[in-house]
């Protein structure tokens, strides 16, 4: 089940909103019409005060709060519900943010000045969102939290390739399918942390995944990932993973 | 029974402070699990020499070459422990032992020689060892936090300034060390009493003279640590000024060649309109030379002026004209003003500027150059993000972090491998990277 939430300040545009959603929520087991307000921080007590579900948030980027705009509002709904959908809606200049695009990762934008296609783009909005959520809930795509220094990171299991360490440094490098993360601590207690995950230890560097292992070869010692990249086995955890992995 | 409970309490407290003496100084934080095994070898070694005191025939013996060795094997224990790989580390941990151990011998020492000066017809003599001991141990403690304040305080550059001034250090204390272990310290303080009340008035002398010159020692040092440092942010601080000066004369000539280009042509055109040839004003038209129109996207830059940070300003204002010059789009992003973020501005400009020309570099062979710059301020962090275009996907990432590793042929390619390093030194901090679809990002979140 999705919440479905609405933040605007102004009135006009807020019920005009409204309506359209509302309209357009006839999914009446997959998703379910939440609240909509003019005020973020009425917002986010009420995604706390909430059951924990996912919600569909539906904000405008130029809040006219001085402690909390768009941006910060989203971030902040994301480290409540780090796999929400948030879709902005925005008049065309700021459609750009890159501080959008990396940080908060919305589904999408709406624009205000595309007056005739906002129902239509509304509708495709929830339909992605609850499409998603089932494919999610199918294929048990859980979020690992990582601390990553004073912040905890939300991963999806299924992005991460393995963490990886050098001998000379105390920075924990995660591979991802897409790129790289780089932050500080130790990899023996990241595997304490991971143990609920899949991972596997295979050398006093490498921690990995279990789900993206492709073959394991014994006789020279490595593993192959899904991307084709090779992980070299320490001989300690030769034994472990064999038994584990055939 | 009281005296078995004092004896116990003291060895615990003798324990804990060579166990903080060896940490204090560390540059950074040791992980847990070698924290307990380092604390467990000292365990053993106090217990050893307690029970090897208690028990063997040289009980009371002044100075014994068994002890030494003894303490310096486990020492050695300890240190391998310590860590491995890095020889700063091991040497901060060495150095903060010595420095704990002659001062508090030192105090320890100085204490009684004070107190027999005074009265030599002392009654309690074991209840003032526990006195002694306690209070060198507590100064010796505080001493060493005091060193690792002004360290810090003194030294947030490069680990060779760290090496430097912690070698330093460490000549000063050995120096000292040495005076007291050849004048003082033969034998231990058990027999201490006996040793001193057959010496005679000049040795008070020198102790107390030694005494001072540990102190003013310690004062020189931390004012030449001072000084080096001054010296060494000053020389920083020429050299960014330098690189500025380059830059600003950089743009003044782009500037000028700009404006002489312009100039020539507004005549050139002048020219054709006044002679009525409209082939030629055609012609100059279509090709407009390129210096005229590379800079027409700075209105898109005004966010630069949120940047309240010296130095960093300029180098993104010379890579943005720079970028422009080669035809890059430069999208930049800076909606709040950003008074600082918690990274030496020396380091801060070193890893942007790298990542800056990586990117000017990349994009410039790119079927649509194009570069954006993004820096805002969330609730707990500052993000930095800086995305480029590029002509192929690069994956694995992993490979370009590697020394040497370039694709732009020799003599290049240490520029990640540089930012690797300096991020060691910021715990805190976070680098994403990441390719999606022939767009290169780079992410920096510097938590508040």
């Known amino acids: 089940m999705i919440n479905v939430y609405l933040c605007e300040d102004q009135p006009q545009q807020l019920t005009y909103f409204s309506e359209i959603i509302k309209r357009e929520l006839y999914h009446p087991f997959e998703a379910q019409w939440k609240t909509s307000t003019s005020n973020p921080e009425k917002l986010l007590q009420t995604i706390q005060n909430a059951e924990k579900t996912t919600g569909l948030y539906f904000l405008d980027i130029v809040l006219k709060n001085p402690v909390c705009n768009g941006i910060q509002l989203a971030y902040k709904i994301r480290q409540i519900d780090p796999r929400g959908y948030i879709v902005f809606i925005t008049s065309h200049s700021e459609f750009s943010y890159m501080a959008l695009k990396y940080q908060v990762e919305p589904l999408d934008f709406i624009l205000k000045d595309l007056q005739n296609e906002m129902e239509n783009n509304i509708k495709k909005c929830i339909c992605t969102a609850i499409k998603t959520e089932q494919h999610r809930l199918q294929n048990d795509e859980s979020l690992i939290p990582i601390k990553a220094g004073k912040i905890t990171q939300y991963m999806a299991s299924n992005d991460i390739l393995y963490f990886s360490t050098r001998s000379s440094s105390h920075r924990i490098y995660i591979h991802t399918l897409s790129g790289e993360v780089s932050f500080y601590g130790s990899l023996d207690e990241l595997t304490k942390e991971m143990e609920s995950y899949h991972f596997l230890r295979c050398h006093k560097s490498i921690l990995v995944n279990q789900k993206h292992i492709r073959t394991f070869n014994k006789k020279e010692r490595y593993i192959e990932l899904s991307n084709g990249e090779h992980c070299t086995i320490s001989a300690t955890y030769v034994k472990k993973l064999k038994e584990l992995l055939t | ?448």
């Open chain 2, 1 to 448: 029974m009281l005296i078995k409970v004092f004896d116990l309490s003291l060895i615990l407290l003798a324990l804990c402070s060579k166990f903080f003496s060896l940490n204090i100084l560390q540059p950074v934080p040791l992980h847990s699990k070698k924290k307990c095994v380092i604390f467990l070898v000292l365990f053993i070694e106090t217990m050893c020499m307690n029970i090897y005191q208690y028990y063997s025939p040289l009980y009371q013996q002044p100075f014994s070459w068994f002890r030494i060795i003894l303490s310096l094997f486990f020492l050695t224990i300890t240190l391998s422990f310590h860590s491995s790989q890095k020889c700063i580390r091991v040497f901060s941990a060495f150095l903060g032992y010595i420095i704990w151990d002659t001062s508090e011998t030192a105090m320890n020492s100085l204490f009684t020689a004070i107190l027999y000066a005074l009265d030599s017809q002392i009654v309690h003599r074991e209840m003032l060892v526990y006195v002694f001991s306690l209070t060198s141990m507590f100064i010796s403690i505080i001493l060493l936090f005091l060193i690792r304040f002004y360290l810090s305080k003194c030294v947030n550059g490069t680990p060779t300034q760290r090496l430097f001034i912690v070698s330093s250090l460490f000549i000063n204390f050995s120096m000292i060390s040495l005076f007291f272990y050849i004048y003082a310290l033969n034998p231990n303080w058990y027999s201490y009493f006996i040793f001193l009340s057959g010496m005679q008035e000049i040795t008070y002398v020198v102790i107390f003279l030694l005494g001072c010159l540990n102190g003013i020692l310690i004062c020189t040092l931390v004012t030449e640590i001072q000084h080096t440092h001054d010296k060494q942010y000053q020389l920083q601080t020429i050299e960014v000024k330098a690189t500025y000066a380059r830059e600003l004369e950089r743009i003044n000539q782009i500037d000028n060649s700009y404006r002489k280009d312009s100039l020539s042509y507004i005549q050139k055109l002048n020219q054709s309109i006044e002679e009525e040839d409209i082939n030629t004003l055609k012609e100059l038209l279509n090709n407009a030379p390129s210096s005229i129109f590379a800079l027409e996207h700075s209105s898109e830059i005004d966010g630069i002026n949120n940047i309240n940070i010296n130095g960093l300003k300029s180098l993104i204002h010379v890579k943005i004209i720079c970028a422009q010059m080669q035809h890059i789009i430069f999208h930049l992003e800076i909606p709040e003003p950003i008074e600082s973020l918690p990274m030496v501005p020396y380091d801060l400009i070193r890893i942007v500027g790298i990542f800056l020309d990586n990117a000017i570099d990349a994009a410039k062979d790119s079927p649509n150059p194009y570069i954006g710059l993004a820096l805002y301020q969330l609730p707990d962090q500052t993000i930095l993000i800086l995305e480029n275009s590029c002509k192929e996907q690069v994956l694995p990432i992993s490979s370009l972090k590697e020394k040497g590793s370039t694709s732009k042929g020799k003599g290049h390619g240490m520029g990640l491998y540089i930012i690797n390093q300096i991020l060691e030194n910021y715990p805190d901090v976070v680098l994403y990277t990441q390719t999606v679809s022939n767009l290169f990002i780079q992410k920096l979140s510097f938590p508040k």
